[in-house]
């Protein structure tokens, strides 16, 4: 890895900033190229020394990360808070890959006070449940224990974090069922029920289609669009039965000749995520 200096600004320009700065910057640098944002964090959390990975939370905010992004990245990630969840996410991945040090951290996160962080956290803690790193089912109670107690951004978050650790436990289901039963919850709890009780997910099938086909009447023309859980739907059930060509098929469609740009442009980034489903080579 390169040395990293600050962007040419202010009384710092040039300053040399901590080693674990420096990989904070590097890793949330590639955020957006998936597999090389995994290598360089695996490689980052190898190369930093405990202490400098218990510092790396001192970077989760935008005072102290502002000044990481690199001078060629400056004129990008300029949103509201976009940098700065970007390094969130660098230093989660880190966390991951040096449990041994990490998991107090970790701990304390995710069953601390409401923070944006917390999902994060919550999410590494399953991943290294499934991956029998730490162990699984009292993961899951100590996080069914602590659900009443979380915000309901947290709870529809962690719906799809559950769904990682597999076998699951009945409460962790029950979870999921409820998430599903609401109106308003979160959008991908039936991708997460087939994960973990696909048998139970048949059961909602007949429903996923209907709101597909919006509540149950005949399914509106390409050129007539759809609505966002019409949408939603499709995509739950494609990513559930992803042999099924109807349902692909159905988002195609859409994703070519939805009346609206930005909706067009936001289900085809959603659908070069699903890996059963190649874009023609005309849709950009």
């Not at 600050?6 to 900033?17: E, I, T, V």
């Not at 490689?43 to 935008?62: C, D, G, T, V, W």
């Not at 999410?123 to 309901?152: F, M, N, Q, Y």
């Amino acid at each position: 890895m390169a040395p990293f200096t600050r962007p040419s600004s202010g009384d710092n320009s040039g300053a040399k900033l901590p080693q674990e700065a420096e990989f904070v910057a590097w890793v949330a640098s590639a955020y957006e190229a998936r597999p090389e944002f995994e290598r360089r964090a695996r490689e980052a959390a190898a190369r930093l020394s405990a202490p400098q990975i218990r510092n790396l939370p001192h970077y989760f905010y935008y005072d102290e990360n502002k000044h990481l992004k690199p001078a060629e990245l400056q004129d990008r990630f300029n949103g509201l808070g976009e940098w700065m969840s970007m390094c969130q996410a660098a230093v989660f991945e880190m966390f991951y890959h040096r449990p041994e040090v990490a998991l107090p951290i970790l701990n304390d996160i995710a069953f601390g006070e409401y923070d944006w962080t917390q999902i994060q956290a919550i999410d590494v803690l399953c991943r290294l449940a499934r991956d029998g790193v730490i162990d699984r089912e009292r993961t899951l109670r100590k996080i069914v224990s602590a659900w009443p107690t979380w915000r309901d951004t947290a709870q529809d978050a962690a719906i799809f974090s559950l769904s990682l650790v597999i076998p699951t436990i009945p409460e962790v289901i029950d979870l999921i069922k409820q998430a599903i039963s609401d109106i308003d919850g979160p959008p991908r709890a039936y991708i997460a029920l087939h994960r973990v009780a696909p048998e139970e997910a048949l059961g909602y099938r007949a429903d996923l289609i209907a709101q597909m086909n919006s509540s149950g009447q005949p399914a509106r023309t390409p050129d007539e669009g759809a609505s966002d859980r019409q949408i939603q739907a499709a995509i739950d059930l494609s990513t559930m039965y992803p042999d099924e060509a109807e349902f692909s098929d159905r988002l195609l469609a859409w994703a070519q000749n939805h009346p609206d740009e930005v909706t067009r442009q936001a289900l085809r980034h959603a659908l070069r995520n699903l890996s059963h489903i190649t874009l023609p080579e005309d849709m950009p």
